[in-house]
């Protein structure tokens, strides 16, 4: 069936490092693309998007680069920080409102 | 602003008994999702309303449980019966407007556990 997976269960940096966290999906009509972050005992938290006709979208400290060949979605944190240790989701919608979120990575930031 | 607010954070029930969880969106919000996150399952999509009308209830399990959105600022998830497999954490989730690219803004969930 059609989903989003990620490659990487747990990924851990040391602090002030990039990270990348991957991500792949099925659906090749999928045409949005979000990110997010959730904390311990919070619920998920909007981090950046991008859509279908872009491969790169910049925010504060994140990027998203998204490649549509290969159905590949990398979200890039520069300069991790403690406060970035998360699970982090990354989703897909086809249309619509339905969004389909990935299993989660969860990040460690070593101090 | 105060963000989605959800209430109870923390359910503890009996198999068998009736749950409700509710759910007052971002003021101004026109759309209200419910989610139910496991760790088997992840992040589901559970059902969601555009001002105030459900608009699609597909991902609701089974016919135990019902959704309500009497008016813009309130809404109820109701299991009855409830069963150990419904424990999870279920997530109210709002946004304004219904486009694909609307954020949507999560409150913090309720934590179910059905003994």
């Known amino acids: 069936g059609e989903s989003v997976g990620l490659h990487l269960p747990t990924l851990s940096v040391q602090e002030g490092d990039n990270s990348i966290i991957n991500c792949a999906y099925s659906n090749s009509a999928s045409d949005y693309f979000i990110w997010y972050k959730q904390e311990s005992g919070k619920g998920p938290q909007f981090i950046i998007d991008?859509?279908?006709?872009?491969d790169k979208r910049q925010g504060q400290r994140v990027t998203v680069l998204l490649n549509k060949t290969v159905k590949h979605l990398s979200l890039q944190i520069a300069a991790t920080q403690p406060g970035d240790s998360a699970v982090y989701f990354c989703a897909e919608n086809t249309g619509g409102f339905k969004t389909i979120f990935g299993a989660g990575t969860r990040l460690f930031v070593k101090a | 602003d105060a963000g989605v607010i959800q209430s109870p954070r923390h359910e503890v029930t009996e198999m068998g008994q009736e749950v409700t969880l509710r759910c007052k969106p971002i003021?101004?919000?026109?759309?209200l999702f419910w989610y139910r996150q496991t760790m088997m399952r992840g992040l589901e999509l559970l059902i969601y309303?555009?001002?105030?009308?459900?608009?699609?209830d597909s991902g609701m399990p089974e016919d135990r449980f019902s959704a309500k959105m009497p008016n813009a600022s309130f809404s109820t998830l109701k299991i009855q019966p409830s069963e150990p497999r419904d424990s999870a954490v279920y997530f109210c989730a709002s946004s304004f407007g219904q486009g694909v690219t609307d954020t949507q803004y999560f409150g913090p969930g309720t934590r179910l556990t059905v003994l």
């Open positions: 991008i859509r279908s006709n872009m």
């Open positions: 309303f555009n001002n105030n009308v459900p608009i699609d």
């Open positions: 003021s101004g919000h026109n759309s």
